[in-house]
């Protein structure tokens, strides 16, 4: 459709322009906001499903915009991917979470930190060496690191990240397998991958009760994970009946709106 007079491919052509300006704004703004430190770490715990008391916590990245106030993820990680900053985030991020871990330590609460970890990261020639750095520099114990990695983009680049992966193991870290069962993953690759726990997503447990099905997925992958020695986190756990289910399923570990919304650093002190 023309608009006053413009042809259709002008008005695409400003269309593109003015989205092109939107992500490059996006990018500049995010590019200050990690200089800046006006990004943000919330954490959500993750609760041990015997004892019911807090083992962990994941922590999870917001951007503290000054003028537009606190954005998520969704908002920025796709442009923070992209554009490669997501490994300056990245570096940021698990220095602060091996710091926020440390203070814990020091305050006598012995829990897990889980910090995500894109694939570009993981593919940087120097990062296990960073990842050792930054726990040498916070003193905080590699045991108590967990990095959590989509299934999926591991898998893509299989031979490069498996090396990776052993190499952070053998340092004391933990590898947790995060949103299994999204990708398109083979069973095969679970026995090769050299990993610790695994994150079934949310969106398995959102159909488990309604439906037998759903949940006999569910059932499988935590049978599955614990034939394999693995450790099974669910995720997006929020509502009491399916706490109910998944102890009966013998998952070991749950986490979600249910135990409480990722929370602010002060925060967490009142839920552990
Ligand atoms: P994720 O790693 O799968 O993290 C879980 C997401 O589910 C978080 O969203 C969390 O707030 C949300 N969540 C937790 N419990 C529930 C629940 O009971 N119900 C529902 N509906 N949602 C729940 P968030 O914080 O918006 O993060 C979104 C994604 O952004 C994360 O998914 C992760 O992939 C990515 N992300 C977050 N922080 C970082 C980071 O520091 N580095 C990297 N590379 N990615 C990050
Ligand atoms: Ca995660
Ligand atoms: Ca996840
Ligand atoms: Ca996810």
């Not at 990062?127 to 905080?140: G, N």
């Not at 690191?145 to 052993?166: D, G, M």
Request: hydrophobic residues 45%; glycine residues 6%.
């Amino acid at each position: 459709a023309k608009r006053k007079g413009k042809s259709c491919y002008q008005w695409f052509q400003e269309r593109f322009e003015q989205q092109m300006l939107a992500r490059l704004y996006m990018e500049k703004g995010l590019r200050e906001a990690i200089a800046n430190n006006h990004l943000v770490l919330h954490y959500q715990p993750i609760v041990d499903l015997v004892t019911g008391t807090a083992v962990g916590l994941e922590a999870l990245v917001r951007w503290q915009h000054p003028e537009r106030g606190l954005a998520f993820p969704d908002q920025f990680m796709s442009v923070a991917e992209e554009s490669g900053l997501i490994v300056d985030m990245g570096q940021w991020v698990l220095r602060a979470a091996c710091q926020f871990g440390k203070e814990l330590l020091d305050n006598g609460k012995e829990l897990n930190l889980a910090v995500n970890v894109s694939v570009k990261e993981l593919l940087q020639a120097d990062f296990v060496d960073q990842v050792a750095l930054v726990l040498s520099e916070t003193a905080f114990p590699s045991r108590y690191l967990e990095l959590e990695i989509v299934e999926t983009l591991l898998i893509e680049n299989f031979s490069v990240a498996i090396p990776k992966l052993r190499a952070l193991r053998s340092i004391g870290v933990q590898i947790s397998l995060d949103d299994f069962g999204t990708g398109y993953s083979s069973l095969h690759y679970l026995t090769e991958l050299p990993i610790d726990i695994i994150k079934i997503d949310r969106s398995f447990l959102a159909g488990a009760m309604e439906s037998n099905k759903q949940a006999a997925i569910v059932e499988t992958m935590v049978a599955l994970a614990h034939r394999l020695q693995l450790t099974v986190v669910a995720e997006g756990v929020e509502t009491e009946e399916q706490r109910q289910f998944l102890k009966q399923l013998c998952c070991d570990k749950v986490q979600g709106y249910l135990i409480s919304k990722p929370v602010d650093q002060a925060k967490v002190y009142e839920l552990i």
